[in-house]
């Protein structure tokens, strides 16, 4: 019974920050890669962030040097520290495990809406 709760969303200004929070449970988050996603309307859910067991992170090349990702062990919470919004960087955002798509599939949580005003 794998459940991820992303929170923190919002609507934000461009040039503004955002930072969002995902809650596991069910798994044992210490031993898991995770990553975050996003969809925005009428694009494919993308991964944008990821971050290893050992706390390594890698980026999307469209938010690299914006967007920093890190996690909290003890609190099984992965975060996405969102800088330098842009427009383009709207969607509902998720979070999941770093791994093939079928194997996450069953995981999606409801994620969180992210808008970046111009």
């Known amino acids: 019974q794998v459940q991820l709760v992303e929170s923190g969303g919002g609507l934000v200004q461009a040039g503004g920050s955002l930072r969002l929070s995902c809650a596991a449970s069910?798994?044992?988050?210490?031993?898991?890669?995770m990553g975050w996603y996003r969809q925005a309307p009428g694009h494919q859910r993308e991964l944008v962030a990821g971050i290893t067991s050992g706390g390594y992170p890698n980026y999307a090349d469209s938010v690299k040097g914006r967007f920093t990702i890190s996690r909290d062990n003890a609190k099984n919470t992965v975060y996405l520290q969102m800088n330098s919004l842009k427009p383009e960087d709207t969607a509902v955002y998720y979070c999941n495990l770093l791994a093939d798509w079928g194997r996450i599939n069953a995981y999606w949580g409801q994620g969180t809406q992210v808008t970046v005003s111009s």
């Open positions: 069910g798994m044992i988050f210490s031993i898991k890669s």
